[in-house]
């Protein structure tokens, strides 16, 4: 298997553009996370799907962060418009089940805003 | 509310040299234990787990043992490459909820 794919690797846009991150989950796996990264606040979980549905976007920063599952092989995180404290790494796991003892973590976007 | 600490890095050892890395979580019930590893330019990956008390976890040289009198699992490694240079999460998860997240450590291991 592939992994988690994520696109793209690195992003560097303008302040107040729209940014749109992309997913592909591990075939078969049920939930879909979205997490942030950065040096300051550390790995924070931003939102979670299972089986396309969103269960718990508490940790969406604010109305400008949007996620969508269309289906169980893709999923997007839009930030619409960008500020420059968007910057950081984003990164898409995958896991099978709620008892799984694994999350299977794609390679990550390193987002700039300026 | 459920939590994970972790001893603030960066940890630099020479190479060789004993490990430990100290993690505390706060949780309800008996959830289970694990550490990740991000190495650079990656994504987090599983290093090793533990999912009852007592039970010890061990991978490439890593072990963690499960600590409930003390709510522990802290990281070691008899002897550090620098290969093992990375960032290391400590994690609890229980059935049917998501994993808390420790902040990271990140280690530095010198030739």
């Known amino acids: 298997d592939a992994g988690v794919i994520q696109s793209p690797r690195h992003e560097v846009t303008e302040m107040g553009q729209e940014v749109t991150l992309r997913c592909k989950p591990i075939?078969?796996?049920?939930?879909l996370f979205w997490y942030r990264q950065t040096m300051m606040r550390g790995l924070e979980l931003l939102i979670y799907?299972?089986?396309?549905?969103?269960?718990?976007d508490s940790g969406m920063p604010e109305d400008r962060f949007s996620a969508k599952m269309p289906n169980a092989s893709f999923s997007t995180l839009k930030i619409q418009p960008s500020e420059p404290r968007d910057s950081a790494v984003y990164f898409c796991?995958?896991?099978?089940?709620?008892?799984?003892?694994?999350?299977?973590f794609g390679p990550g976007t390193r987002l700039t805003v300026t | 509310g459920n939590s994970v600490t972790q001893m603030e890095g960066p940890v630099t050892l020479s190479e060789e040299a004993f490990l430990t890395i100290n993690c505390t979580y706060t949780?309800?019930?008996?959830?289970?234990l694990f550490w990740y590893v991000q190495y650079p330019g990656e994504g987090l990956q599983l290093l090793l787990k533990?999912?009852?008390?007592?039970d010890k976890g061990s991978n490439k040289g890593f072990e963690a043992t499960y600590r409930k009198e003390t709510t522990s699992f802290h990281l070691e490694k008899g002897s550090v490459q620098v290969s093992d240079s990375a960032v290391y999460f400590c994690?609890?998860?229980?059935?049917?909820?998501?994993?808390?997240f420790g902040p990271g450590t990140r280690l530095s291991v010198l030739p």
């Open positions: 796991a995958s896991s099978l089940g709620s008892l799984a003892y694994e999350q299977y």
């Open positions: 075939s078969g796996h049920d939930y």
């Open positions: 799907f299972n089986n396309n549905v969103p269960i718990d």
């Open positions: 949780a309800t019930g008996y959830p289970s």
């Open positions: 533990a999912t009852k008390a007592d």
């Open positions: 994690a609890h998860k229980k059935d049917g909820q998501n994993f808390v």
